[in-house]
């Protein structure tokens, strides 16, 4: 298996513009995730999809922030507008309900917004 | 409140010493507990997990942890440590509804030739 896949691994964008995140989680996973990780806050949780539906999206930062996941095998995070503060590491991870808990992380994608 | 506090913010060691990363957890009940290591431009990998059951568990890389009730702690542990080791270590705990992990704020271990 390929792992949980992100794109693009890197994203360097000005402030103002809109950042789409993409998210490939491991097939046959039902849960996903996003987390954003910074310097400040560690990694925090974002939002939980279970068969495809948000679960829980109390850690989305603000109404600028969206995700999305329109089938099992793909999700998207997106920002709009982007913003200094939103620069960080995000991560997609997966979970599998027979997994007994154990998260795959993607390798994550490095936002700068400058 | 739920938390998970790694105590030390970096650890330095040398190649071949012995090493140990602590853990604390704050949670209503026994939570599930998970170690991830994250080397530099990755993402967080799985070291090991604890449910139920024995309470030393082992992992990959030659890593093993202990749960201790009566501490509520859960520490990191190699025998050998090996230059590769370099990277974050992170401590999470969960629950039932252990979609939402609560990680610590990390170890960062740094290994002396």
């Known amino acids: 298996d390929a792992g949980v896949i992100q794109s693009p691994r890197h994203e360097v964008t000005e402030m103002g513009q809109e950042v789409t995140l993409r998210c490939k989680p491991i097939?046959?996973?039902?849960?996903l995730f996003w987390y954003r990780q910074t310097m400040m806050r560690g990694l925090e949780l974002l939002i939980y999809f279970n068969n495809n539906v948000p679960i829980d999206d109390s850690g989305m930062p603000e109404d600028r922030f969206s995700a999305k996941m329109p089938n099992a095998s793909f999700s998207t995070l997106k920002i709009q507008p982007s913003e200094p503060r939103d620069s960080a590491v995000y991560f997609c991870a997966s979970l599998s309900s027979r997994a007994l808990l154990g998260i795959v992380f993607g390798q994550g994608t490095r936002l700068t917004v400058v | 409140a739920q938390s998970v506090t790694q105590p030390d913010i970096h650890i330095t060691v040398s190649e071949g010493a012995s090493l140990e990363l602590r853990c604390n957890y704050s949670y209503g009940a026994t939570p599930y507990l998970f170690w991830y290591v994250q080397s530099p431009g990755q993402g967080l990998q799985l070291l090991l997990k604890y449910f139920s059951g024995d309470t030393l568990v082992q992992g990959i890389k030659g890593f093993e942890a202990e749960f201790k009730r009566s501490q509520s702690s859960f520490n990191l542990r190699k025998p050998s440590v090996h230059w590769s080791d370099a990277a974050e270590y992170f401590c999470a705990a969960g629950g039932d509804s252990s979609y939402k992990l609560i990680f610590g704020s990390g170890t960062r271990l740094l290994v002396r030739p």
């Open positions: 097939s046959g996973h039902n849960s």
